[in-house]
């Protein structure tokens, strides 16, 4: 059996805009405008990332614009009064950058995202030349799929696996992503191994089942 995973090089975008290290602060503002983007990758020499400039790295500026910063080194980290004053991307920017592989599969890239609280990553190779971004939005491509892409993909990788002599034929429907298998099967208890299977299955809302000898309802 061979479910294939999604993995970030397939949903990344590869083209995309990114600073060196000596940009200045009002040449970031614009390009976060044009490109309609929440962050910039920093890079230098043969595209290695080297940070990630944001617009919460650009928001002490504003913050601290008309007041003194010192009055607020002791409520405020000093990243941040240090990033009000900054003009480069260098200066401004979160370093080490959260990076993530092209093979990484999008349930990786989900809790890297989620860990560090960043919505969007990088995509690097092994030495850290920057081949794409990945964001939020493109985690969720994958429930874009079609409910018969979905449903053969687990008739061919799970159905036929399981159940592969089952007491009479397996119905698989999908509906809004919500897969439903329906039949008899000898074995009841391959039920969980089913729904833990098909869950594994990209662009998969839910699992249902309707088989005979077991209770009905939802795994």
Not at 35 to 47: F, M, Q
Request: hydrophobic share 45%; glycine share 8%; charged share 25%.
């Amino acid at each position: 059996m061979n479910i294939s995973p999604h993995i970030v090089s397939d949903v990344m975008t590869q083209t995309v805009v990114s600073v060196g290290r000596q940009a200045t602060f009002k040449e970031i503002v614009e390009l976060l405008g044009q490109w309609r983007v929440s962050a910039l990758p920093v890079t230098e020499g043969e595209g290695v990332v080297v940070g990630v400039v944001s617009e919460a790295d650009l928001l002490p500026k504003e913050e601290f614009r008309d007041s003194d910063p010192d009055r607020h080194t002791q409520l405020r980290r000093l990243s941040d009064i240090a990033k009000a004053g900054a003009v480069t991307a260098e200066e401004l920017m979160t370093a080490p950058a959260v990076t993530i592989r092209g093979g990484a599969t999008l349930a990786e890239a989900c809790r890297v995202m989620a860990h560090h609280q960043v919505k969007r990553l990088p995509v690097v190779d092994a030495v850290g030349r920057m081949e794409g971004i990945v964001s939020r939005g493109d985690l969720l491509k994958v429930f874009l799929r079609s409910d018969e892409d979905i449903a053969e993909e687990v008739r061919r990788t799970i159905v036929a696996y399981l159940f592969a002599t089952p007491a009479e034929p397996i119905v698989v429907t999908v509906t809004d992503g919500v897969v439903t298998l329906a039949g008899k099967i000898r074995d009841t208890s391959l039920i969980p191994v089913a729904a833990r299977l098909v869950r594994a299955v990209e662009g998969v809302v839910s699992f249902e089942y309707e088989l005979h000898g077991a209770a009905h309802g939802q795994a």
